[in-house]
């Protein structure tokens, strides 16, 4: 091969070097492509996941919203879940009190503080409170106090839970008459909840 053979061929050579180069980029740009094409459908597949899962778990909160929706506005209705409903706990003291043929109650409210047996319920993003509420009254027999209470909690002003109770015994000289013969003094915590307060409890 001589020196003209060589420089017949050198146009061709360059030309077959041009054409392998590109080949080798297309071959690289593709792969890379390829590589990115498989991480963009990791990353749909990620989030299509994702979506399917908060699609799913909406519809489990929607059930659950559905199903209990009525016992929570009953709820709401009766004093327990927001605010402190003060005003309906004195009708239910006075209905109470006339269903039960009393001769009249004293009532004292406290501040409202943090639920002190909160933490045995595990509570978790509701806040627990009570109002302390000391009241007082006269009753015809010890009987009577059983029935008072039933008739408060009758009333559905609220929940509470009865602390403590002290009972005495009425001098009425021996005259026997209808009149009371026992004061009682009872001391009362009115429960309320709030939804996602997140332990943020009120202080007195």
Same mark, same amino acid.
């Given at each position: ?5 060589? @420089?017949?061929? !050198?146009?061709?050579?360059?030309? =077959?070097?041009?054409?392998a ?8 740009? &593709? ?8 991480? =963009?459908?990791?990353?749909?597949q990620?989030? =299509?996941k994702?979506?399917? +899962? /908060?699609l799913?778990? &909406?519809?489990?909160e ?7 929706? *009525?016992?929570?506005? @009953?709820?709401? !209705?009766t004093g327990?879940? *927001?605010d ?7 009708d ?13 109650? $004293?009532y004292?409210?406290?501040?409202q503080?943090?639920? %002190?047996?909160?933490?045995e319920?595990?509570p978790? %993003? ?5 109002s302390?509420? /000391? ?8 009987g $009577?106090?059983? !029935?008072?209470?039933d008739? =408060? %909690?009758r ?5 509470f +839970?009865?602390?403590q109770?002290?009972?005495? /015994?009425? $001098? +009425?000289?021996?005259?026997?008459r209808?009149?009371?013969n026992v ?5 009362l915590s009115?429960?309320?909840? #709030?939804?996602?307060?997140?332990g943020?409890?009120k #202080?007195?």
């Amino acid at each position: 091969m001589n020196q003209a053979d060589l @420089q017949a061929l !050198r146009n061709p050579l360059l030309a =077959l070097a041009a054409v392998a180069l590109i080949g080798a980029l297309a071959v690289y740009y &593709s792969g890379r492509l390829m590589i990115s094409a498989r991480q =963009l459908l990791a990353q749909q597949q990620v989030q =299509l996941k994702d979506a399917q +899962t /908060r699609l799913q778990r &909406s519809g489990d909160e929607k059930d659950v919203i559905v199903r209990y929706i *009525g016992g929570f506005r @009953q709820l709401e !209705r009766t004093g327990f879940v *927001g605010d402190e409903q003060r005003i309906n706990w004195l009708d239910g003291l006075r209905l109470a009190n006339q269903q039960a043929d009393l001769f009249g109650v $004293d009532y004292q409210i406290g501040a409202q503080k943090p639920y %002190a047996f909160a933490s045995e319920f595990s509570p978790g %993003a509701l806040a627990l409170n009570e109002s302390t509420m /000391r009241v007082r009254f006269r009753l015809l027999h010890e009987g $009577d106090l059983g !029935r008072f209470f039933d008739a =408060l %909690a009758r009333q559905g002003t609220g929940i509470f +839970t009865i602390d403590q109770c002290q009972l005495r /015994r009425i $001098d +009425t000289g021996g005259v026997i008459r209808y009149q009371p013969n026992v004061s009682a003094e009872c001391d009362l915590s009115w429960i309320t909840v #709030k939804v996602g307060a997140g332990g943020a409890q009120k #202080k007195p």
